[in-house]
């Protein structure tokens, strides 16, 4: 929280997966979120969600009840701080994935762009013995991220990223 307030932009494409037996393999979801500060423990956040316009109503309704953390782990922990959930949004999501170079779009809102960071050996920067939502070893991917939903707090650009497989069961 270097400026005061976070704003952070979440992409996860999931393989495979079920939910309530509703198949969702295959679906793009984006979670863009905003916490006004001081810190993150102050809470009072605001999110929205955007599902890829694929996806079918029942995919839709397992998908926010997942990534709104109404079904517990580690959505759970993170959508705690959040007291506002705007309405999801169903919107296209495109996302391309070439040598370490992740490029996405989703809708008119923004963009995920990232690349996996590599030393002077070319080996990519991993952090070992640290957990995101699940996900260990995470691949160190700074960011040129923007994000424009005039129903979001503010617009705003990321410059930090990870990269990291999840595997959730429950």
Sequence with gaps: MDRGWCDSV???RIDEGKSNRVDISGRT??????FPGPNLSNGNGTARLYIDDGATKAQHTELEAIF?????????????PVARWLPTRSTAISVQE?????????G???GVRSRRLRNAAGKV????????LGATPIDLA?????????DMPRSF???SGGVGRISWKG
């Design 10 to 12: 979440f992409l996860f």
């Design 29 to 34: 979801v984006a979670l863009a979120m905003d």
């Design 68 to 80: 709104q953390g109404k079904r517990g782990g580690g959505m759970q922990g993170l959508g705690s």
């Design 98 to 106: 070439t040598k370490g170079q992740l490029t996405s779009t989703v």
């Design 108 to 110: 008119p809102f923004g």
């Design 125 to 132: 920067v991993r952090l070992h013995n640290v957990t995101l």
């Design 142 to 150: 700074p960011s040129g991220s923007e994000w424009h939903d005039p």
């Design 157 to 159: 650009r990321t410059e």
